[in-house]
């Protein structure tokens, strides 16, 4: 069996010696020729309600498939372990195909263990899709239900906190509701939901999977009927990805599991710096101890990656930390090859109600590939920087201490 380090080389690159070529190609084609009417039509019929592509029929139009985004979708599946995937424009647009095709199944209500991304938390209370939702807690899971609940949606680790949720205990809370895992934070190097139970994979590829911040698209990774379902609404709501994208975030994929590690190397470094700062009332990183108290790294996860997320004793002293780093930009995103730093409560989070919103104190970072000092050397000035009179000395912090 081939190392995930192969199959990310290799994965969705099948023929490319038939064709004649070396690197993929791209197929920018918006539409395709037609051999009949007769048959355009039963291609169209076909790949409109859910088909995949038949080898030998007319692709017809870029809405319903394409060479390109195939290959991407074929890669992403290799690497979760799933039969299959779906690509979409966005990760929003991939989670909003999700919940479109629970509502048209008749099962509306969907119960959500919070934190989540500010997006997906907004998206799902809104009820703008005509989904009804409960938020809960993953010992809450199976006292949510309701004859009518169609998913039951999970953040494993969670934005921006880091929490770990043991994936199989929540699929067996679910009681056969399929269980959609959003895997954006770890990636497939570092998780693979399905092989616990989760019915769906879904990955905001904009992040980890294209890794270079040139590059938006979403995935979900699932079974037959699911993907299905999901090409069905994404062929009648024209969220689907592009060739160009979808070409970047194969490119991407090559390469993700040295990033992955390499980030993750880096950032354990950066945590065990600001675990030592005195003006860091708390660090949250899966990989320090008290983070991770059900033990999932080394089971569920096999390292805890190049997220973390750390609290200061004001939202004021939290807000003017990543004015006053360097190298280290100012932006939302995450899972790229440069160190970003943001503020979720005002930002990626700003919409979420008051009860679930991260603390104003909080602040994210997600750790790229420059050398680990740099980042240790820019973030201890920079709080020093920006003090708060009223902050309490090392002794008192809550800190979770590396394994």
């Known amino acids: 069996m081939l190392s995930q380090d192969s199959l990310a080389v290799h994965a ?44 030998g029929q007319s692709t017809v139009y870029q809405r319903l498939w394409n060479p390109t985004v195939a290959r991407f979708e074929e890669g992403v599946a290799v690497l ?71 998913l039951v949606i999970l953040e494993t ?7 770990l949720v043991d994936i199989a205990a929540v699929a067996a809370a679910a009681d056969g509701v399929p269980l959609l895992v959003d895997n954006t934070f770890a990636s497939p190097v570092l998780q693979q939901p399905f092989t616990h139970g989760a019915a769906m994979v879904l990955h905001s590829a904009t992040k980890f999977l294209g890794g270079h911040g040139d590059a938006m698209g979403g995935v979900v990774a699932a079974g037959p009927e699911w993907a299905v379902r999901l090409r069905q609404i ?19 994929l090559a390469t993700l599991p ?3 590690r390499a980030q993750q190397a880096s950032a354990e470094k950066v945590a065990v710096a600001l675990t030592g700062h005195g003006l860091v009332q708390r660090v949250y990183y899966p990989g320090l101890a008290e983070c991770d108290p059900q ?15 750390f609290e200061l004793a004001s939202a004021e002293h939290a807000e003017r930390i990543p004015a006053a780093v360097g190298m280290i930009t100012h932006a939302v995103s995450l899972g790229g090859i440069d160190t970003l730093i943001q503020h ?42 920006a003090p708060d009179p009223d902050l309490p000395g090392p002794q008192d912090a809550a800190q979770c201490h590396l394994r």
């Open 12 to 55: 969705g690159r099948n023929g490319l010696t038939e064709l004649g070529v070396h690197a993929v190609p791209i197929d920018l084609s918006t539409t395709a020729p037609l051999p009949s009417v007769h048959d355009g039509g039963l291609a169209y019929e076909h790949m409109a309600t859910g088909g995949s592509h038949v080898e």
């Open 80 to 150: 979760e372990g799933t039969p299959e995937s779906v690509a979409f424009a966005t990760g929003m647009a991939a989670l909003s195909a999700v919940l479109l095709a629970v509502v048209a199944a008749g099962k509306k209500h969907v119960v959500a263990v919070r934190p989540l991304y500010g997006g997906s938390d907004y998206l799902l209370a809104s009820g703008v899709l005509g989904n009804e939702v409960t938020f809960t807690t993953p010992e809450g899971v199976r006292a949510a239900l309701r004859p009518d609940t169609g």
């Open 157 to 163: 680790p969670a934005n921006p906190t880091l929490e």
């Open 234 to 252: 994404r062929a009648v709501t024209g969220g689907i990805l592009t060739p160009w994208p979808a070409y970047l975030l194969h490119r991407g």
């Open 258 to 260: 040295v990033r992955v």
């Open 295 to 309: 033990g999932l790294i080394g089971t569920q996860m096999s390292g805890p990656g190049s997220l973390m997320a």
């Open 344 to 385: 979720p409560a005002g930002l990626t989070h700003r919409p979420v109600e008051a009860s679930a919103k991260p603390h104003a104190s909080l602040l994210r970072i997600s750790v790229g590939l420059e050398d680990p000092a740099r980042h240790r050397d820019e973030l201890g000035p920079a709080q020093d920087r």
